[in-house]
């Protein structure tokens, strides 16, 4: 079984900052991509950024240029550096990652239980 535990929501300014943390723990032979999805009330999950085994990165087009998604491999963590937040990036931000558990297995799609980040009018 794997984790996902997700860490640093909470409230921001308008024009603040702040860190998404993310630690995968288990049965874990290897992590290939990890990401962070959002969701608001009503709207599908969405990707905000993604970074793949190798480092490519992907961003989606609201949040380029102010947020940075950066990983540890070794210790199987994935951080979201949010910066210049706006009312529109208020939501729940869900950690993603792709896990094989063991060699003889394909890997699978876990995700951590949610932070939500509120960022006021």
């Known amino acids: 079984q794997v984790q996902l535990v997700e860490s640093g929501g909470g409230s921001a300014q308008p024009g603040g900052s702040l860190r998404l943390s993310c630690a995968a723990s288990?049965?874990?032979?290897?992590?290939?991509?990890m990401a962070w999805f959002r969701q608001v009330p009503g709207k599908q999950r969405v990707r905000v950024a993604s970074i793949a085994g190798g480092g490519d990165t992907y961003y989606e087009d609201s949040v380029k240029g102010r947020f940075t998604i950066s990983r540890d491999t070794a210790k199987n963590v994935v951080q979201l550096q949010m910066n210049s937040l706006t009312p529109e990036d208020t939501a729940v931000y869900y950690c993603?990652?792709?896990?094989?558990?063991?060699?003889?297995?394909?890997?699978?799609?876990?995700w951590g239980q949610g932070t939500q980040v509120t960022v006021p009018f």
């Open positions: 993603y990652a792709q896990v094989r558990t063991s060699y003889f297995r394909s890997a699978e799609d876990y």
């Open positions: 288990g049965s874990i032979f290897r992590v290939w991509d």
